[in-house]
């Protein structure tokens, strides 16, 4: 019997099996981000309106398009794959989602599934997110001060938080804080939450706020330049430089009192694209090249154009053929528009 394959389906096996993701600067696109969700059970100062319009659910794609979109990635050469939101927890069917998805790490095809969680909900799910293969976990934490989380996340419980994390780490699981720093809200706090992080075996990591979607606050106002950041911690430490990259915008050092791991994102600061090596996909399937640029390519039609997986790679490898060589954010004038208008929320941290 001979078997017949169309033209188009020949070309898409040949894309799947093809080169790796190479960008036009050359840099190998192996880690992508997704959004599972725009929804959330917080609501960050810096991240959302306190009366955030989300997205009609018909628009988010549904867990079976997700797991089509990132095992595209993984034929292409994906080996790092974050979920994040919005807040991924909070998203109905997640847990068997990530489940499926750990189908790639028994292949040995992704070397690491990881989450980005506010930690409200990890109580609940930390067991299940080590069984599922995730090793590790980022979870965001701006303060230790109850009334202050309240304050920030207009209307958090941090003691659901810290109980997230005992969950965590009982379940095995690594946990890097991640905080933003903010002028008015934990400038004065972010050398105890150093201590802290360090003295519960985590690592933690200090991020600038970005200029991404409409919040109510000026951004200026919350704006906290890292080299300040820093030159407080470095009068309490020593930090010395590690030599570690991750193609993402972190730049790290040992605390050598504590022996932990302290990053630091400046995006605003100092440039960090020429290593970039990653992708983000938003919860409706909007495949974004830079965080801080507009390019990309509608994924989510390719997926429900077709059951076949040819018009999305061809989509993907057409779209990083088209990455740009990085961002330009700037938060220089008070009360000036984002310099992207999507939020974070869309485009997952
Ligand atoms: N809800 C999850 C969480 O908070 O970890 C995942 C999504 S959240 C958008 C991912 C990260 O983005 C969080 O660490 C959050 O602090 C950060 N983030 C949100 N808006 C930001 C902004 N405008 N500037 C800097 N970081 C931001
Ligand atoms: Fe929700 Fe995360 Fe945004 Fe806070 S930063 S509002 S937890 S998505």
Partial sequence: ???????????????????????????????????????????????????????PRADLLSFAELDRLCSAFVDLGATRLRLTGGEPLVRKGFMDFVAGLSRHLVSGRLRELTLTTNGTRLARHAEGLAAAGIRRINVSLDTLDPDRYRRITRGGD?????????????????????????????????ADMVAWAHSEAMDITLIETMPLGMVEEDRMDQYL????VRATLARRWTLASLDVRTGGPARYVEVRETG????????????????????????????????????G?????????????????????????????????????????PAVPRPMSMTGG
Avoid: W
């Fill in 1 to 55: 019997m001979t078997v017949v394959i169309s033209a188009d389906k020949a070309r898409s096996r040949r894309i799947c099996t093809s080169a790796p993701l190479i960008d036009p600067f050359g840099r190998r696109i192996d880690y992508v981000r997704v959004s599972v969700t725009d929804r959330c059970d917080l609501r960050c100062t810096y991240c959302m309106l306190e009366r955030q319009t989300f997205l």
């Fill in 158 to 190: 941090l003691g659901g938080v810290l109980e997230g994390l005992k969950a965590a780490r009982d379940a095995g699981l690594r946990v890097k804080i991640n905080a933003v720093a903010l002028r008015h809200d934990n400038a004065d706090e972010l």
């Fill in 225 to 228: 330049p890292m080299s300040e």
């Fill in 260 to 295: 932990g791991r302290l990053g630091f994102i400046t995006p605003l600061t100092h440039g960090f694209c020429e290593g970039c090596n990653r992708v983000r996909v938003t919860c409706t399937g909007q495949l974004y090249l830079c965080l801080g640029q507009e390019d």
């Fill in 297 to 337: 390519a509608d994924l989510q039609a390719a997926l429900r154009g077709s059951d076949d997986d040819g018009a999305l790679t061809r989509s993907i490898r057409e779209a990083i053929s088209r990455k740009p060589r990085g961002h330009d954010f700037e938060i220089s004038r008070r009360g000036a528009a």
